[in-house]
Nanobody, 124 residues
Framework: VQLQASGGGLVQAGGSLRLSCAVS????????MDWYRQAPGKQREFVAA???????TYADSVKGRFTISGDNPKKAVYLQMNSLKPEDTAVYYC???????????????????WGQGTQVTVSS
């Protein structure tokens, strides 16, 4: 299973972007699908999560501005980002927490899976 993030870009402060995370392969279950971000010189930080039951959680810094969703979270997860600020500038990563994937005819439980990042740059 691989996670492919896309949708990043350059936007002015106050603008919007929608990130997508496509799941290639087959995940039969997971605890949560998340978005994290890492700004230059900073540690990677949690942004938002959607549990297998559909419960959403957000970092305080993005509450009310970002929305995580998934048509079918086992296949794709989205992050709608509105009212963007320069401090939202970072590389955004999608992440699967405790996924169980199908490998051949076997179920394989993993601790997590990280996707490659997508750059979001917000200009002031």
């Amino acid at each position: 299973v691989q996670l492919q993030a896309s949708g990043g870009g350059l936007v002015q402060a106050g603008g919007s972007l929608r990130l997508s995370c496509a799941v290639s392969g087959s995940i039969v279950s997971f605890d949560a699908m998340d978005w994290y971000r890492q700004a230059p010189g900073k540690q990677r930080e949690f942004v938002a999560a959607i549990s297998s039951g559909g419960t959403t959680t957000y970092a305080d810094s993005v509450k009310g501005r970002f929305t995580i969703s998934g048509d079918n979270p086992k296949k794709a997860v989205y992050l709608q980002m509105n009212s963007l600020k320069p401090e939202d500038t970072a590389v955004y990563y999608c992440h699967a927490d405790k996924p169980v994937e199908v490998v051949g005819d076997t179920f394989v439980a993993r601790r997590d899976i990280w996707g490659q990042g997508t750059q979001v740059t917000v200009s002031s």
